[in-house]
Nanobody, 115 residues
Framework: QVQLVESGGGLVQPGGSLRLSCAASGIIFSISPMGWYRQAPGKQRELVAR???????NYANSVKGRFTISRDNAKNTVYLQMNSLKPEDTALYYC?????????WGQGTQVTVSS
């Protein structure tokens, strides 16, 4: 079955950096679209960055120039490098893939940006 396992979240000061990782299994990773979403308390889940199956990349306007999504097909892992973090980036970050008409999600990793 499809399994996505996120790691790398934590507490960081404003202006700091974190790198999130998502290890995937149960899919043909190299041709699978992969994405990062986030959900802050009281808000809807929103797209942060997506790397499509054709390797096109989309970013939310709020993270452009600060976040970078990448993948390592040899490790079946997608990354989200987050720089210049702001308090408003605080959220639970989820890894996502889409297969056969179904969205699959990881359990999430918490990112808290606070001084």
């Amino acid at each position: 079955q499809v399994q996505l396992v996120e790691s790398g979240g934590g507490l960081v000061q404003p202006g700091g950096s974190l790198r999130l990782s998502c290890a995937a299994s149960g899919i043909i990773f190299s041709i699978s679209p992969m994405g990062w979403y986030r959900q802050a308390p009281g808000k809807q889940r929103e797209l942060v960055a997506r790397l499509g199956s054709g390797y096109t990349i989309n970013y939310a306007n709020s993270v452009k120039g600060r976040f970078t999504i990448s993948r390592d097909n040899a490790k079946n892992t997608v990354y989200l490098q987050m720089n210049s973090l702001k308090p408003e980036d605080t959220a639970l970050y989820y890894c996502n893939t889409y297969l056969g008409g179904t969205d699959y999600w990881g359990q999430g990793t918490q990112v808290t940006v606070s001084s």
